[in-house]
C-alpha cells in the first residue's frame, strides 16, 4: 500500500505534471514574475468559473479577508460577527484592523455559524458578518443574508475551504460559494482544493465600485504608478502561483468529486458505529443531500471531520499516528479562548457546542489521490480501535 498522506500533493502533481511545467516555463521565459499576463489570464479563468463580475487576485487569504474589509470602509470599533470554532485568520484580521470581533457559536452538526446565535449577537455597532464554509460545506446564506438585509450589514464570505462548492437558495437558484455575499474571499494555500505551491488568494465581489477600491489596495493604493488615491497594502499574485493555478483550476471539479467520493467510503464504513458521528450535510436540495452517501455540490470536503463521542478522541489520534495514518485536530482550543482574543464579554454558556466539537473532533485523510485500499485500511483501523 502506498504511504498515506493527509494531503498527497506529490501524486496530485504527478497527473497534471505536463501542463504545470509548461505554465511555469512559461513565466520562467516572460520573466514577467508580477502581474504577467498568466495571473490575468488566471483571474479571466476563475471569473467564467466563478460567474463572478470581479477576481482581484492577492498574496494569500489572510490578505484578501484583511483587503476585503478594508474595501468596505469598516471604521475601528465596528463590530464584526463570526464562528467560534475556525481558523485564527478569520477573526485575526478583524482585531489587526482595529475593528470588535464578536464570536458567535456553531451548528453541532455542520459546524457553520449559527443563525439564532448570530441574530442575538447583533447591536447597534455591528456592522458585517463574516460566515466561514467551514471543511468545505457552505453555511446557510438565506439566512445570512435575510439577516444582514435586515440589520443593513455587510456579508463578507471567508471561502477558504469551499471553494467550488455551490449553494442552491430555497427559490432554487444556484451561485458557487464565495459569491453570495457583498464579496467573498479564498486562499490558495498548497493543501486548499484549489492550491498554488507557496501562498495566495482572491476577493470575489459582483460590485463594481467595490471592485475598483480593492484594486488599489492590493497595489499599494496605486491605481497609476506613484499616484496613491487610498491607503493599500502589498498582495499580489505571483504569475508563478497563477501559472499553478491556472493549469489546476480546469481540475477543480474532478478534485471535488473526488474528494466526494471518498467521503463517501468513509460514510458508509462509519454509519452505524455508536461512537462516530459522521459529517451532516445540509442543503435546499434534501433529495439529494441526506443519505449516507451524498452526491451533494454543497460540500467539497476540504477536510473530513468526524466527532468520537466515547471520551477517546485523543488516544484515537495517537494510535493512528503510530500506525502511519495522519490525522489532525481542527480545532483544539475555541477563539474566544485564545490568549490573543479572550475578551470579558464572552461567557462559557455562550458557546456550548464550540467546547463540545474541541474535545471530540478529528479530521482524516481526504485529498483526491485516495484510494480504496488507504481509505479501508484508515476505516478499519478506527473501527477496530473503538469497538
Request: charged share 20%; hydrophobic share 40%.
Amino acid at each position: 500500500m502506498k504511504k498515506i498522506q493527509m494531503v498527497d500533493l506529490q501524486s496530485q502533481y504527478q497527473q497534471i505534471k505536463e501542463t504545470v511545467d509548461t505554465s511555469i516555463q512559461e513565466v520562467l521565459n516572460s520573466s514577467a514574475y508580477i502581474n504577467g499576463p498568466l495571473v490575468k489570464e488566471f483571474q479571466k479563468d476563475l471569473e467564467d468559473y466563478l460567474d463572478v463580475k470581479h477576481v482581484i487576485p492577492c498574496a494569500n487569504g489572510t490578505d484578501a479577508l484583511q483587503i476585503a474589509m478594508m474595501g468596505l470602509g469598516l471604521k475601528q470599533g465596528d463590530e464584526v460577527i463570526t464562528a467560534d470554532f475556525t481558523f485564527a485568520a478569520t477573526v485575526e484580521v478583524i482585531a489587526l484592523l482595529k475593528l470588535t470581533p464578536v464570536l458567535v457559536d456553531v451548528e453541532a452538526d455542520t459546524f457553520n455559524i449559527d443563525i439564532e446565535a448570530l441574530k442575538k449577537a447583533i447591536t447597534p455597532k455591528t456592522k458585517a458578518i463574516v460566515p466561514v464554509h467551514l471543511f468545505g460545506q457552505v453555511a446557510n446564506m438565506d439566512a445570512v443574508l435575510e439577516i444582514a438585509a435586515a440589520h443593513n450589514l455587510f456579508v463578507i464570505e471567508d471561502n477558504a475551504q469551499a471553494i467550488g462548492a455551490d449553494y442552491t437558495f430555497k427559490d432554487g437558484s444556484q451561485k458557487k460559494a464565495g459569491t453570495i455575499g457583498n464579496v467573498g474571499t479564498t486562499s490558495f494555500f498548497p493543501s486548499k482544493n484549489l492550491g498554488c505551491y507557496g501562498d495566495g488568494g482572491a476577493i470575489f465581489t459582483n460590485d463594481d465600485d467595490l471592485a475598483h477600491t480593492i484594486r488599489g489596495i492590493v497595489n499599494h493604493g496605486m491605481y497609476e504608478r506613484y499616484y496613491h488615491d487610498v491607503v493599500g497594502v502589498n498582495s499580489r499574485l505571483d504569475s508563478v502561483q497563477a501559472a499553478v493555478l491556472k493549469a489546476k483550476l480546469p481540475k477543480l471539479d474532478s478534485y471535488c468529486d473526488a474528494r466526494r467520493n471518498a467521503a463517501c467510503f468513509y460514510n458508509k464504513a462509519f454509519a452505524n458505529n455508536p461512537n462516530i458521528i459522521i459529517p451532516t450535510v445540509k442543503s435546499n436540495k434534501t433529495e439529494n443531500c441526506n443519505s449516507i452517501c451524498d452526491v451533494c455540490d454543497c460540500h467539497v470536503y476540504h477536510q473530513y471531520t468526524l466527532q468520537i463521542t466515547n471520551g477517546k478522541r485523543d488516544e484515537l489520534h495517537k494510535h493512528l499516528l503510530a500506525e502511519d495514518i495522519p490525522n489532525a485536530i481542527y480545532y483544539p482550543v475555541a477563539l474566544h479562548s485564545q490568549k490573543a482574543y479572550q475578551d470579558e464579554r464572552y461567557n462559557e454558556e455562550d458557546f456550548p457546542v464550540t467546547n463540545s466539537l474541541i474535545k471530540t473532533v478529528i479530521s482524516l485523510p481526504m485529498h483526491t489521490e485516495l484510494d480504496e485500499e488507504q481509505l479501508t485500511f484508515i476505516t478499519e483501523t478506527i473501527i477496530n480501535f473503538l469497538n
